[in-house]
């Protein structure tokens, strides 16, 4: 494979920064990935498991002669860490983040960008519900979209080169503008995630159904709702509070589909709860045929990090 960036600096150090360098040596993508975490903890893992060649406690340090800087912070931190980062970065350097909201990121980045320095906003859809730099694994992005939105002064040359690295990490890249990308996200994450922490919150507050029967009885679909709400709070508190209107705009939209089911089955009306489940039952194939996920049925999840 060949070499895309001689020198990338991981600005955060979790699962998605990790899974780009185990991906990256796997691939003989570059030739040197320095790091940068908050905690002295993190930074001494990321040595231990040598997902980095070098890892500092100051991002400034970490992008030293860096020609790709991936801004892998919570969204609210990123326009902080662009500031304390734009004094030392390479011209011609390519800076991206793997936030999942890119307006408000936008916003926060751009302004702090030098002239001579690529700005290309990007979101892995990958994950899973484990953090830090442990969570990490080189097969993370494979099949798995990652969406660019660049800016409309982009240097397409720029925006080519990020491509084919994150093409050779296994992603399927597709571009779009923010706004379009906040609104996407809006209804295929950022609201499921709000609804799976109420669902497991409303668990909680039912007193009437014990703790032990939660953990004992669960259901696949409960499962999959804590599944859900173990994510990260520290970024998901950042993304609904950086896609505010998006993530309003589908709540209330959700609302209105709720009353209408919850008024079906107060009168008894079978067909349309049939018609309804029939339509959603189809989005689930849809996914399944676009090679997203898999029909087996491993409700628990059990042992691979998907």
Known sequence: MTVIYDKVALLGLGLIASSMAHAM??????????????????????????ICDTVHASAAEAVRDADLV???????????????????????????????????????????????VHFVPGHPIAGTEYSGPRAGFATL??????????LAQADMAAVARLRALLEAMGAKVDEMDAPHHDLVLAVTSH??????????????????????EVIKYSAAG??????????????????????????????GR???????LQRAIRTGDGDHLFEYFTRTRAIRRGIIEAG???????????????
């Open 25 to 50: 040596r796997a691939g003989g993508l570059v030739r040197e990935i320095s790091g940068h975490a908050r905690t002295a903890d993190t930074r001494a893992v990321a040595l231990e498991i040598a």
């Open 70 to 116: 991936v801004l892998a912070v919570p969204v609210g931190a990123m326009g902080a860490i662009a500031a304390e980062i734009a004094p030392f970065l390479k011209p011609g350097a390519t800076v991206t983040d793997v936030g999942s909201v890119k307006q408000s990121v936008i916003d926060a980045v751009a302004p702090h960008m030098p002239p001579s």
């Open 141 to 150: 992005f494979q099949n798995r979209w990652w969406l660019l939105t660049p």
């Open 191 to 212: 609201t499921p995630h709000l609804i799976a922490y109420t669902m497991v919150g409303v668990a909680d507050d039912l007193r009437r159904v014990t703790d032990s």
């Open 222 to 251: 409960f499962r999959d709702f804590t599944r859900i709400a173990a994510s990260d709070p520290t970024m998901w508190r950042d993304v609904f509070l950086n896609n505010k209107d998006a993530t309003l705009e589908i709540l």
């Open 254 to 260: 959700f609302t209105e589909e709720l009353f209408a």
């Open 292 to 306: 997203q996920d898999t029909a087996a049925p491993d409700f628990g999840r059990s042992a691979e990090k998907t």
